[in-house]
């Protein structure tokens, strides 16, 4: 699961209030905390967290290219009918997820999620890498016994990816 998500201090504020995204981005959506999906995991037991990764660092490296990227193609924008107000509102998105991310309001996570009868064999090959630390490394109940090298002392693992910068 890849999951953009808030700090669960903020998540009933943020689920009930209004907002940019909520209003012109994402109309309806709602931003989990890593609780609530914690929580939808466990609910039935079916279902165990093996591991999850802060991908946060690289995703605003992404936003900052997407934001480069569409700034150059604003004369293509424009012969495709894409008016300055449009290009003001995904300008903005695109700063405003950009912010939110480096300030760290919100995170990009990728959560494996598997039956607990797989969660053992489910270990990777490629050694450990940290992305960031999670703000509560047992927030989703991972079972540490069963996860992959680097999670049970408290930290991420990044999927290979080299980290912004």
Not at 21 to 34: E, H, N, R
Not at 78 to 105: P, Q, V
Not at 141 to 159: I, N, Q
């Amino acid at each position: 699961l890849q999951a953009i998500t808030i700090d669960h201090s903020a998540y009933e504020v943020e689920k009930d209030g209004r907002s940019f995204m909520k209003d012109l981005i994402f109309p309806g959506g709602c931003l989990p905390s890593l609780e609530v999906i914690r929580r939808c995991v466990t609910r039935t037991g079916a279902l165990r967290t093996v591991e999850v990764e802060d991908i946060t660092p690289h995703y605003i490296r992404t936003l900052r290219c997407w934001r480069e990227r569409f700034e150059a193609a604003t004369v293509a924008l424009e012969d495709l009918g894409y008016d300055g107000r449009f290009r003001r509102l995904w300008r903005m998105y695109l700063c405003y997820s950009e912010a939110g991310f480096a300030e760290r309001r919100i995170q990009d996570v990728h959560v494996l999620i598997t039956k607990p009868a797989r969660a053992r064999s489910l270990k990777r090959s490629a050694p450990a890498r940290h992305a960031g630390e999670m703000r509560a490394p047992g927030a989703l109940g991972v079972d540490e016994g069963a996860a992959a090298p680097g999670l049970a002392e408290g930290g991420t693992r990044a999927l290979g990816v080299k980290a912004a910068g």
